[in-house]
């Protein structure tokens, strides 16, 4: 049953998560911890941690991690085939017809409509993860974190090297959490 469950709701998370991973982490986070309640809000800025460092898109490895700890081997499996089936599907579907649907002005402006849509569900997952939801979870943002956030911020406005920002981030983290 857990099984199936688990399919269910990741093949929502992957008809409705547009957008990419990061958008589609409010999806999950309400579907997982608010609907389901299958791990808590800590929990799932730990998963969510994991799976920024992991090779791989945000929502299979959440969803791989997330199925993994539910339901062992075969529950990530079930996870992940769930979140993929729904894009897997959609562009079989519109490559079979992209040239048909290219320049229709109805897809066009569908497109055009989605593109806030996706960056106020960017801004809601970083709300949700920034912002315990009760009182008593904890979050792994403390002022350390804001002040990494912004000297990184500052090093990419002054067009400091990306490579140069992350190792300094990694250093600075070793420092300060260790």
Known sequence: ????QLFISYL????????????????IQNEIVEQRGWITA????????????TPGPIAINSATYIGYTIGGIAGSAVATFA??????????????FFLLLKSNRYVSGA???????????????????MFPQSADEANFIDGWSWALFALTLLGAY???????????????????YM
């Open 83 to 96: 979140v993929c089936l729904p894009a897997l599907t959609i562009m079989l579907l519109l490559t079979r």
């Open 158 to 176: 002054k067009k400091v090297n990306p490579i140069l920002l992350i190792l300094f981030s990694a250093v600075a983290g070793i420092v300060v």
């Open 111 to 129: 497109v055009a409509g989605m593109k806030p849509v996706v960056v106020g569900m960017i801004a809601a997952a970083a709300l949700l993860l």
């Open 12 to 27: 929502k998370i992957g008809f409705f998560g547009f957008g990419g991973g990061y958008a589609m982490l409010s999806l």
């Open 1 to 4: 049953m857990i099984y199936l």
């Open 42 to 53: 800590s929990e799932f800025a730990d998963i969510i941690a994991v799976s920024q460092i």
